[in-house]
């Protein structure tokens, strides 16, 4: 395994710096990794000119099909269907997606270049180069939901408070330390603070995909490849290109918890049979126990859609339906006042048009249509979960005192 400069200068010409290109030769096999910062005009020039200079086989980028359409077709947003997000249950990923881009775009905008640019730059040099483009990533859903199944209840607050901190600071970064990034002494570093403040997500986030990563690129046709990675992944993918990897485990959803689906079904049966008791022992005060569930429950859920300024209708759907779908876990009350919301200030083209631009800020993550109903949707279900616990709270210590 060796680095070394691609470009073959001329005389007149310095060689290029080649400090994250990596040389790997697997028997017959000759593997170039092209570790980038995904918002990095360097890494954009470098991608090309190891690709045009290498004549590969095959080009392997770290993208999965979803994300590839999404680059591929800049118009996506336009055709989504936000009452379709909401039903299938996807309006906290595709916040969070939003997120996550948002943070990336805003440091892109920076530098003046298209987030992802070295991934498309791989996509058409690999078409000039008459190279097999192959999508070696593993699909973001499973890599969210093997992340999300993995944290712990102050993980996922924490993770959810950093990130949204982060995404909105106004702090800048140099050009200078976004190349350093690149070098394999930085992006230890950083893996170890990362590994250090949330270890739940190394392995996901960063291990499994080495893997996944690792296992196509070796599987890649022909006898010479290039890959085209974020830098971060190049120590492991180095490492897993050597051993022999099985896909299936790193391709499963994580199934629900036994104990959290036996907990989220004996609350409410917990709480409809200390109302019904109480009912029986003492109609007053049963009537009190229900109210007190109703509006603790529904309370909450709708300052939580107010919170997101939901539309006055939203956030009376919020009130009526969180006290019942609280005892009913099929049931989210985010999703009633989410199709209200959807339904009375649908998203227009605009909308859907400045979706990239509005989530920069946190105004635009408001103004925006498309990212208010998700906001609806997400803060609405925060709020009915924390009434739950309130009035469910409230009814235990109602029926304590009229034993």
């Given at each position: 395994m060796e680095r070394y400069p691609f470009r073959y200068p001329g005389k007149d010409e310095e060689p290029m710096n080649g400090e994250n290109v990596t040389r790997i030769q697997l028997g017959e096999k000759e593997i170039i990794l092209v570790g980038t910062a995904h918002v990095s005009k360097h890494s954009v020039e470098q991608v090309k000119e190891v690709i045009e200079s290498e004549k590969p086989d095959a080009v392997c980028i770290e993208l999965d099909e979803q994300r590839y359409q999404s680059i591929m077709d800049r118009d996506r947003w336009r055709k989504m269907d936000i009452f379709k997000v909401i039903k299938e249950?996807?309006?906290a990923l595709l916040l969070?997606?939003?997120?996550?881009?948002?943070?990336?775009?805003?440091?892109?905008?920076?530098f003046g270049i298209t987030p992802g640019q070295e991934m498309i730059q791989g996509i058409e040099s690999a078409k000039?180069?008459?190279?097999?483009?192959?999508?070696?990533?593993?699909?973001?859903q499973v890599t969210f939901s093997r992340i999300w199944h993995g944290m712990s209840l102050m993980g996922k607050a924490k993770l959810m408070t950093q990130l949204i901190t982060s995404i909105f600071s106004n702090e800048e970064i140099t050009e200078q330390e976004m190349e350093q990034m690149k070098s394999q002494d930085m992006i230890q570093a950083m893996l170890q603070d990362f590994a250090d403040s949330f270890p739940e997500l190394k392995k996901p986030l960063i291990d499994e995909r080495d893997q996944y990563l690792a296992y196509h690129i070796r599987?890649?046709?022909?006898?010479?490849?290039?890959?085209?990675?974020?830098?971060?992944h190049v120590p492991g993918v180095?490492?897993?290109?050597?051993?022999?990897?099985?896909?299936?485990?790193?391709?499963?959803?994580?199934?629900?918890?036994k104990r959290l689906t036996w907990l989220a079904w004996a609350i409410p049966i917990l709480i409809i049979g200390l109302i019904a008791y109480t009912f029986y022992l003492n109609p007053s005060a049963g009537l009190q126990q229900t109210l007190s569930w109703i509006l603790w429950n529904g309370s909450f859920a709708a300052l939580g859609a107010a919170l997101a300024f939901a539309h006055p209708l939203a956030i009376a759907t919020a009130f009526?339906?969180?006290?019942?779908?609280?005892?009913?876990?099929l049931m989210a009350a985010g999703w009633f006042s989410g199709f209200v919301q959807a339904f009375i200030r649908r998203p227009s083209v605009a909308d859907f048009e400045n979706l990239s631009e509005d989530v920069f800020s946190i105004k635009g993550f408001w103004r925006n249509q498309v990212t208010r109903i998700l906001l609806v949707v997400v803060l609405t279900n925060i709020g009915s979960a924390l009434g739950t616990f309130v009035g469910g709270a409230d009814v235990i210590r109602r029926f304590i005192d009229h034993l």
């Open positions: 249950k996807k309006a969070v997606n939003l997120l996550l881009s948002s943070f990336q775009k805003r440091i892109a905008r920076q000039a180069a008459g190279a097999e483009l192959v999508l070696a990533d593993r699909s973001i599987n890649a046709p022909g006898n010479k490849v290039v890959a085209v990675l974020g830098a971060a180095t490492r897993y290109l050597h051993q022999k990897l099985e896909l299936a485990s790193l391709t499963q959803v994580p199934p629900k918890s009526v339906i969180a006290p019942i779908s609280s005892l009913n876990p």
